[in-house]
Each structure stands twice: as C-alpha cells, then as structure tokens.
C-alpha cells in the first residue's frame, strides 16, 4: 500500500507538472503570436513540443512585374544549431554539379561576388540567437538571381546553392565556393538543388573570348574616367581593383599573363583616350560580338564604379555610361537600379542645368507626358528611399534627388 501511495503521488505531480508547464507555454506563445505574429498553434508547439531541426528551401519568384528576371529565394525554418549566444550570419554559394565534382559558379556584378574572386556568395548580416531558439516561419536566408550567374559551360546545368550558417564575430573562409567545415566558425551548412538553362558561353567555354571581352572593358572604364577630362588616383584604383578580382581565380602563372594583357589594354585605353580616339562604338560592337550578357552587365557596372569613384556624379560620365549602355543593348531596369545604387552614394551637385536630365535619366526625344510621368516615378522611388534611411550621407544624398526632381519639375512646368 505504501508503494502504491507513493506512485500514485509521483503520477499526480507529474500531471500537475505536465499542465502547468502547458500553462506556461500558453502565455509564451501567445505574447510571441502577438509580437512575430504566425499562428497560435504554430507558436505553442515551438514552445511546449520545440521546434524541428533547421532545413533549408528554395522558390522562384519574379522581380517584379516590370523586368522578366527571376530571383531564387532561400528561406529557412527551424531550431538554429547554437550551444551559446552568438551573432549568426548567412553566407550563400552556388557550385555546379552537372560534371560531377563540384565547380564554382562566377557571378556577373560585385555585389553577388566573394571579397577575393569572382565566385558567386551572398551575405544576410549578423542576428542575435541564443540556444534553442529558432525560425517559427520561413524566413528568407538567401538570394540568387540566376540570370547573373556564370556556370562554367552553358545548356542545362545541375546547381547546388550552399547556404552556410556562420559565426559572424569569426566567419570561417569561404574561397571559390568551398570552406573548411572544421572551422569554429563554420556553424552548419544546408544545400538547395536546382536547374538552370544558359544560353550564353560558361566560363570555361568563352575562355578565348574572355580575355579580349575584359580588355575591352578596360577600355570602357578608362573612357568613362577622362569623360570629364581628368583620370583621378581614385577611378584608376576601382581599375585596377577590378583587374585584380578578374585574375584571382587563376593560377601564378596565368595571372602574370593576364596581368600583362590587362594593364596593357589600361595603358592603351588611357593613350587613346587622351588623344580622343578611343572610340566606345567601336568597342561596343567588339563587345557585341565576343561577349557574354553577364560580361555586357560587368562593363556598365565598372563604368558606374569609375563614375562613383571621385564622390560626384558627373554628366559627361553619366551620358558615356548611357551611351554604353544602349550600344550594348541592355535591360533599362537593371541599368537603372546600378545608377541608382550609385547615386545614393554620392553627390548629385550640378554644374550646368543640363545636368539634371542626365542624372534623372531624361532623354531627349521624350514627351512632356513621358517626362512629366517619368518624374512622378522618380519621386515616388526616392522619396520612399528617403524614408528608410537614417540621418547621414545617404539620406542627404536622396534629399538631393528630390531636389532634383522638383527643378525638373519647374523646368518642364514652364515649358508646357
């Protein structure tokens, strides 16, 4: 009787124990409902049942409805593998898998790029997380835009992006792709296949275009630097970085060769330039001919980088770029976006009146309709910028294009 006793004890205070921890975990989950939000349900189990193990997935989804490219969305879900409070980072590479061995897959503009080579890598900044702590929801980890990738051969290729949890005060190092996974700060890492078509030449294939297609962006770069009549230290360091990101996957030998290719093609480009016979149409229908699309976007890019280089946003740079731009025959959206990422950055002073249509992006040939529209656009795109940013250059910055828009605004108000 007394063992009974003493059971059926044991059996009524792990009852009582069981509800009041669901008590509990009730009021938890319903203040994390009211200020994450998600689903009640979904929020309790996370707290009385805990969460499942973190995973990984990916879903396409259209830019926007105004351009036709697509971006591969990564998102993830589930308790984070932390045995202490840490400051987590996610770090985003792509390899192609299609030959076997995993092969790194190049990205066509820096800000998708590793900090060393040209490797594709994408970084959600640092969080917070303490242990047993997790995603309730999918939340997005990472981001590709597969039209801006370069496989190392074209036709249908079998992908892997590699999201790797990190430890952000100590990242591991990621080279081409690959990192040491016994690094302390390498935390996890999660995989998403996937498919992609290309109609462009790889990286591999075009290598004998490749070298010709880069010395003649050099040459871009360099007539973009002296449109205004001076080629500052500043806009030859962007350069000659950009040189030095192009050879860092190669090996010594190769490096020196193309070392030598380029800095020559900087050479050349900045004597011609500076007798005024670098012609760009000339070298944009070079580029036509050999270049890749992804090599016709890193072209305009440079050219922005040269521009942003000296602080201030000139015409004669800004009417050069425009002028590559359409010669290239390349996607107005896009090319917008890197002018604007640009110009947040910079001064947007003018010297002459002018200057106004080439920073707005005004042409010529328009309408009072389509400018009148085109200015209402712009309005609402910097204005709503201008409300996301702190005080600082940047808020400034946008400020100033506002202030733009408004000149052009009286401008063309007067001309109706």
């Not at 792509?94 to 503009?109: E, N, S, W, Y």
């Not at 590793?114 to 917070?128: D, G, K, N, V, Y």
């Not at 007798?275 to 070079?286: A, R």
Request: glycine share 6%.
């Amino acid at each position: 009787m007394e063992i009974i006793g003493i059971i059926a004890i044991f059996l009524i205070y792990a009852f009582f124990g069981q509800i009041i921890r669901a008590f509990f975990a009730s009021l938890s989950a319903g203040r994390r409902t009211l200020i994450h939000g998600g689903s009640f349900k979904e929020n309790f189990g996370t707290q009385f049942f805990g969460m499942d193990a973190f995973e990984l997935k990916g879903e396409k989804k259209p830019v926007s409805s105004e351009t036709p490219f697509e971006v591969l969305e990564l998102s993830g879900k589930g308790i984070i593998p932390v045995k202490k409070p840490t400051n987590i980072s996610f770090i985003t590479s792509i390899l192609d898998m299609t030959d076997g061995d995993p092969v790194p897959v190049l990205a066509a503009i820096d800000d998708f790029m590793e900090p060393e080579s040209r490797a594709f890598q994408h970084l959600i900044e640092a969080m917070h997380v303490s242990p047993n702590t997790g995603f309730v929801s999918w939340v997005r980890i990472g981001v590709v835009i597969p039209s801006l990738l370069i496989p190392p051969h074209s036709g249908q290729r079998n992908l892997v992006a590699v999201t790797r949890m990190v430890d952000a005060d100590n990242p591991p190092p990621i080279n081409l792709g690959f990192c040491d996974s016994s690094h302390p700060g390498h935390l996890a890492a999660y995989q998403y296949s996937f498919q992609e078509n290309f109609e462009d030449k790889g990286y591999e294939e075009a290598a004998t275009h490749r070298d010709d297609a880069r010395a003649f962006i050099i040459m871009l770069a360099v007539q973009v630097a002296m449109a205004d009549g001076d080629f500052a230290d500043e806009e030859g360091k962007v350069i000659k970085d950009w040189i030095t990101r192009s050879i860092a996957t190669y090996s010594d030998e190769r490096k020196e060769e193309l070392k030598k290719v380029y800095n020559k093609a900087f050479k050349d480009g900045y004597e011609k330039a500076k007798k005024g016979t670098l012609s760009i149409s000339k070298i944009t229908n070079e580029l036509n001919e050999i270049a890749s699309k992804a090599q016709k976007y890193e072209a305009v890019e440079l050219c922005y980088d040269v521009m942003a280089a000296d602080g201030v946003a000139d015409e004669a740079e800004l009417d050069a770029i425009k002028n590559i731009s359409q010669s290239l025959d390349l996607d107005f959206q896009e090319i917008q976006k890197m002018k604007d990422q640009r110009l947040i950055k910079l001064s947007t002073k003018l010297e002459s009146q002018s200057s106004v249509e080439a920073i707005l992006g005004i042409e010529s040939d328009w309408s009072h309709d389509q400018i009148h529209k085109h200015l209402r656009k712009e309005f609402t795109k910097w204005n709503g910028r201008l409300n996301t940013l702190s005080s600082g250059e940047e808020r400034e910055n946008a400020q100033q294009m506002l202030d733009l828009i408004a000149e052009a605004r009286k401008k063309y108000a007067k001309s109706t």
